[in-house]
């Protein structure tokens, strides 16, 4: 096993078996799939009894090989709503993990699992031929047949890679409170480097020395959504070693995208229970906003502007949102948090062929039309890549991340009378 002892996951899943409230479409974001389409075997309940079964095998007989479970979990978004919201806190987003480490041992896995769980692999060599990667991906016929290679809904399009990648460009400047670690995660780097450029900048208006790691790390996340546990382990022991000096200095690590930090709060302390220095790492990692609320920062003001704030799945289950939110406020801003729950897209998952249509339908169910409704001089707010990369595609609008929306207030580039958000410099490509 690499999370699930059998004792300790069937006491969690008897345990989960029975509430009924998780079963209902309420809001929260617990769970999308379910409120998108209802059925017993898609709530976070009709998993638990599915997997409690196999466990005792007296049921499901085929074990981790169950073609039953395999199609109940396939479509778990793996957003991590049930590890909070549920009393009991049954992770269904690790269980599913294991489940598919185990079902495609000595099986070949689906392409997905090549063209986006070993993103973090291949997005550096594309990364630094950007414009050739990007004449295959973005040229039209190519850009299809890259789809259906990859196993990519037509629908989408393949982010463009970036001209010149974050960790090239940046520069680290002394400051007076002392360095942090900035974690220029795959996405921020590779394909949308101003959020990460942005962060550095609001980092060192705070006082911060910005550096980054010593080498290009990837924290794995697409290889738990794949069940790619081996690969996953393998990353993150090399994150600890290059990580050791710092982290034993009392470096603290500063994120941008919530699911690539909460690998470092959740994730790895699972797989290394033991590890003092895993536990380490996982108390020094921060979300940006939180980092900042944490060491007082004093944000600029921004009088008269309104912020629609969606927030990323990951975010909301394992770090909150109160510092978000409060750091905006803060500032001034009048935010608005739609009862959205998952916007759909979920990693990998919306980009997968076979999954277009229940990603879209999540994402319809509130947080699309509320992005709609929203007014031209409102702000889009959210973390995630893959939640701007589904509000781009189904409401045709650009989400900034927070560190975008304090860079633009530092530079005095947001007022009342914002009509749009200002593009970046690395703006998507439709």
């Not at 987003?93 to 063209?115: I, M, V």
């Not at 974050?166 to 394909?191: C, E, I, K």
């Not at 000096?245 to 690539?260: F, K, S, T, Y």
Request: a positive charge; proline letters at 6%; one cysteine or more.
């Amino acid at each position: 096993f690499f999370f699930f002892k059998q004792k300790a996951g069937l006491d969690v899943l008897f345990r989960f078996v029975g509430p009924e409230i998780f079963n209902r479409g309420r809001g929260g974001h617990l769970v999308p799939r379910f409120q998108a389409t209802p059925g017993e075997m898609h709530s976070p309940r009709g998993r638990s009894r599915l997997l409690l079964e196999m466990l005792r095998g007296e049921v499901i007989t085929e074990g981790w090989r169950s073609e039953a479970v395999k199609e109940a979990l396939d479509l778990c978004l793996a957003c991590k709503g049930c590890r909070s919201e549920c009393p009991t806190h049954v992770d269904m987003a690790t269980y599913k993990a294991e489940f598919l480490a185990h079902y495609y041992e000595g099986r070949r896995r689906p392409r997905q699992a090549w063209s986006m769980g070993r993103i973090g692999r291949w997005a550096p060599v594309a990364g630094a031929l950007p414009r050739l990667a990007n004449f295959f991906t973005q040229t039209p016929g190519l850009a299809a047949l890259a789809k259906r290679i990859a196993g990519i809904a037509p629908q989408r399009r393949i982010p463009a890679f970036a001209d010149v990648p974050f960790d090239r460009r940046h520069r680290p400047r002394r400051g007076s409170r002392g360095p942090v670690l900035l974690w220029a995660d795959t996405f921020n780097n590779y394909f949308l480097p101003e959020t990460a450029a942005a962060a550095a900048e609001v980092l060192a208006h705070a006082g911060y020395e910005v550096r980054l790691p010593q080498l290009r790390l990837c924290c794995g996340r697409p290889f738990y959504d794949f069940g790619l546990l081996d690969e996953a382990k393998a990353a993150l022991r090399r994150i600890m070693q290059v990580l050791r000096e710092d982290i034993e200095a009392g470096v603290p690590v500063v994120g941008l995208e919530p699911a690539c930090m909460s690998v470092f709060r959740d994730e790895l302390v699972n797989l290394f229970p033991d590890d003092g220095f895993a536990r380490r790492l996982a108390a020094q990692t921060h979300m940006l906003a939180d980092f900042l609320v944490r060491e007082g920062y004093e944000p600029p003001r921004l009088e008269g502007v309104r912020a629609l704030v969606h927030g990323h799945c990951h975010q909301k289950s394992v770090f909150g949102m109160e510092a978000e939110l409060a750091l905006l406020r803060k500032m001034g801003v009048d935010c608005v948090v739609p009862d959205s729950g998952c916007c759909g897209m979920a990693g990998a998952f919306g980009f997968d062929a076979d999954k277009y249509t229940l990603s879209m339908a999540i994402g319809e169910r509130a947080l699309l039309p509320a992005v709609r409704a929203a007014d031209a001089n409102t702000l889009v707010v959210t973390n995630g890549y893959s939640c701007r990369e589904q509000i781009a595609h189904g409401a045709a609008r650009q989400a900034l991340h927070i560190a975008e929306v304090l860079r633009l207030a530092l530079r005095g580039e947001l007022t009342e009378n914002t009509s749009s958000a200002p593009q970046r410099d690395d703006a998507v490509r439709a």
